[in-house]
C-alpha cells in the first residue's frame, strides 16, 4: 500500500506541471536578468564611446596629469599607447631615436601653446643660443621670427652675410635650400640656417612691393658682433648705433656717452634701433639709464596672472639733455622697442623717426634642463612706461619715413637723412 502511493505521488501529473512551471520561470527570469545586463552594458560602452569621441578642452591649470580614465584628467595612457605602436608596428622602428623622439614630444607640447618664443632647445640649439649671446657664432647674421605664421626675417645684422647678400627686415622666408618653412619652428629654422664658415644656404623669400619671389644665397661665416657703433654727424650731432643688446652693449655705451659729453661741439644725438632685434633685458634697461632720469619707468612685465612689475633706470644719466631722434624700422625688436618706447614716454626732447617696429613684447626666460637642454618659455609681456603693449603692435614713429627699393640700390638713407635734419632746425614742421 504503501509503496503504490509513492509511485502515484511520483506521477502525479500536477508535479509535473508545477516542475515545468518553474522550468519556464527560471529561464524567462534568466533571459530578462541577461537582457538588463546587456541593455545597461550597451548604455555604459555608448557613453565612454561619446566621452572618447569628444574632445574636451580642459585648461592645464584645471588637468590632473594621471595614467588613469576619468573625464577631468588627461590620461597619459594615450602618449604610452602611441610611444608602444609606434615601437612595435612602425616599419622602420630600427631607425627611430627614442630621445629625438621625446624631444619632438616636448616641442609638440609647447607648440600647442601657439607661442612662437616658448620652445625646447635640444643641447645644439642651446649651445648656439649662448654663442650668440656671447658675440661670436657662425652663420648668417640675421635674427629671424615668426610673424602671422610665417617664417619672417626680424633683422639682418649690420654687416653680416645676410645683409651683404641681401636679406632685409620683413622679409618672409618661404623655403630654406628648397624645403617649405610652413611647419618649422623658429628654433627649427635656426639650426638648418648655423652652419660651417663657407658654406652656402639658398632662401627663398616674399617682399613687399616685389611681384615675384626671390631667391637668395648666402655664404655662412663668423659673425662677429659689435653691439655699439659710434660716429660724429655735421660736426654736432653724435651717432650711435645698437645693434643689438649684448654683454658687452652697456660698457661701450658708457665709455661712447663719455666721448660725448667731453666734446663741447656735441648738441644733439641720433640713436639708431634699426635691425637691432633685441637681447637681454637687463642690458636695455642699463642703457636707458644713460639716457633718462634716474628712477624713471623703463618697462612694466605683466605676469598670467596680471600682475605688473616695474623696471626703473639707475642714476646714471649723462644724456638726457641732448635733442634726440631715435630710429626704428620693422627689424627693431623686443629690447630695443622697450628703449625706444622709454625713451619717448619719458622724455619732451625724444622723436622717433623711421617705420613702426616689429611688436615682439614678451618676456622669455630661458630654464636649464637635464644634458644641457633648455626651456625657453614665455613669462610675461612687455608694455611701455604708460601701458600700451609693445607684443603686436610695436611702437609708432613720430615721424614715418620709408627706405624705398630705390633707396637700398642707391645705398641712400632717407631716415637718417631726415633725422639729421630734424636735429638742425631744418624741419620745423616735425617738431
Not at 642690458?283 to 605676469?303: L, R, Y
Not at 627689424?331 to 625706444?340: H, K, P, R
Amino acid at each position: 500500500m504503501t509503496s503504490t502511493n509513492k509511485e502515484q505521488n511520483i506521477n502525479d501529473p500536477s508535479d509535473n506541471s508545477k516542475r515545468t512551471f518553474n522550468k519556464i520561470l527560471t529561464i524567462f527570469f534568466g533571459l530578462f536578468f541577461v537582457c538588463i545586463v546587456f541593455y545597461i552594458g550597451y548604455q555604459i560602452g555608448s557613453q565612454n564611446n561619446a566621452v572618447r569621441d569628444t574632445v574636451r578642452e580642459i585648461p592645464v591649470t584645471d588637468a590632473i596629469l594621471a595614467n588613469i580614465d576619468s573625464d577631468d584628467r588627461v590620461d597619459f595612457k594615450l602618449f604610452w599607447r602611441v610611444w608602444d605602436i609606434m615601437r612595435d608596428r612602425y616599419v622602420d622602428r630600427d631607425d627611430l631615436d627614442a630621445q629625438q623622439m621625446l624631444y619632438g614630444a616636448i616641442n609638440g607640447m609647447l607648440n600647442a601653446s601657439g607661442d612662437p618664443y616658448t620652445s625646447f632647445l635640444d643641447p645644439e640649439q642651446n649651445h648656439y643660443l649662448e654663442e650668440e649671446l656671447n658675440g661670436s657664432f657662425e652663420g648668417i647674421g640675421a635674427e629671424i621670427g615668426i610673424r602671422e605664421n610665417i617664417l619672417t626675417v626680424i633683422a639682418p645684422l649690420k654687416g653680416s652675410p645676410a645683409e651683404q647678400a641681401g636679406l632685409r627686415a620683413g622679409d618672409l622666408i618661404l623655403e630654406i635650400n628648397g624645403e617649405s618653412t610652413s611647419e618649422l619652428t623658429i628654433d627649427e629654422a635656426v639650426a638648418q640656417i648655423r652652419g660651417e664658415k663657407g658654406t652656402e644656404i639658398l632662401f627663398t623669400i616674399f617682399r613687399e612691393h616685389e611681384d615675384d619671389t626671390l631667391e637668395i644665397t648666402v655664404v655662412r661665416d663668423v659673425i662677429e658682433i659689435d653691439s655699439v657703433t659710434y660716429e660724429i654727424k655735421n660736426d654736432t650731432i653724435a651717432y650711435i648705433g645698437i645693434s643689438e643688446f649684448s654683454e658687452d652693449t652697456f660698457q661701450e655705451l658708457t665709455r661712447i656717452a663719455k666721448e660725448i659729453i667731453d666734446n663741447p661741439a656735441i648738441e644733439s644725438t641720433v640713436i639708431d634701433l634699426r635691425n637691432n632685434p633685441g637681447g637681454l633685458l637687463q642690458i636695455s634697461v642699463d642703457n636707458a639709464s644713460i639716457m633718462m632720469e634716474g628712477g624713471s619707468v623703463v618697462v612694466i612685465q605683466e605676469d598670467s596672472n596680471g600682475k605688473q612689475t616695474k623696471l626703473y633706470t639707475k642714476s646714471r644719466d649723462v644724456l638726457s639733455s641732448y635733442d634726440t631722434v631715435v630710429l626704428l624700422n620693422e627689424g627693431s625688436a623686443s629690447a630695443s622697442e622697450i628703449l625706444a618706447g622709454a625713451l619717448k614716454e619719458n622724455r619732451d626732447n625724444v622723436m622717433i623717426v623711421g617705420r613702426t617696429s616689429f611688436g615682439k613684447g614678451s618676456v622669455q626666460e630661458l630654464v636649464p634642463l637635464s644634458d644641457d637642454s633648455a626651456l625657453k618659455i614665455t613669462i610675461a609681456k612687455w608694455l611701455t612706461p604708460e601701458g600700451e603693449q609693445i607684443n603686436k603692435n610695436g611702437i609708432t614713429p613720430d615721424v614715418d619715413v620709408e627706405i624705398t627699393k630705390e633707396d637700398y640700390e642707391a645705398e641712400h638713407d632717407p631716415q637718417l637723412d631726415r633725422a639729421i635734419m630734424i636735429l638742425k632746425g631744418e624741419n620745423g614742421s616735425d617738431q
